[in-house]
Nanobody
Framework: QVQLVESGGGLVQAGDSLRLSCAASGRAFSSYSVGWFRQAPGKEREFVAFISWTGGRTYDEDSVKGRFTVSRDNAKNTVYLQMTRLKPEDTAVYYC?????????????????WGQGTQVTVSS
């Protein structure tokens, strides 16, 4: 019942900021936890950040902690990933994923719904 669409990606220079959005359709989205993942060419999809359905619990992968912030606005059916001090190694396709659980997970297989991804490219 949930469809996700990522947006906000683009080409930026190292040190710049971007805010990614994950817009959801489906009136039950507020009950879904959301994970952000990214996948660079030739690499496996990796976990980036997590936010619970209430927004009260978040988790960021160590490599982005202190630089990326995940938040959500359930009234707008949108989850955000604010990325600051971007590095070339952050270059990847970024995906949001959702599932009807409040349990924390960084495993892609635990998320049922996925967006199409948005490209983030960071030049040095």
């Amino acid at each position: 019942q949930v469809q996700l669409v990522e947006s906000g990606g683009g080409l930026v220079q190292a040190g710049d900021s971007l805010r990614l959005s994950c817009a959801a359709s489906g009136r039950a989205f507020s009950s879904y936890s959301v994970g952000w993942f990214r996948q660079a060419p030739g690499k496996e999809r990796e976990f980036v950040a997590f936010i619970s359905w209430t927004g009260g619990r978040t988790y960021d992968e160590d490599s982005v902690k202190g630089r990326f912030t995940v938040s959500r606005d359930n009234a707008k059916n949108t989850v955000y990933l604010q990325m600051t001090r971007l590095k070339p190694e952050d270059t990847a396709v970024y995906y949001c994923a959702a599932d009807s659980t409040t349990s924390y997970s960084e495993l892609p297989t635990t998320y049922h719904y996925w967006g199409q991804g948005t490209q983030v490219t960071v030049s040095s």
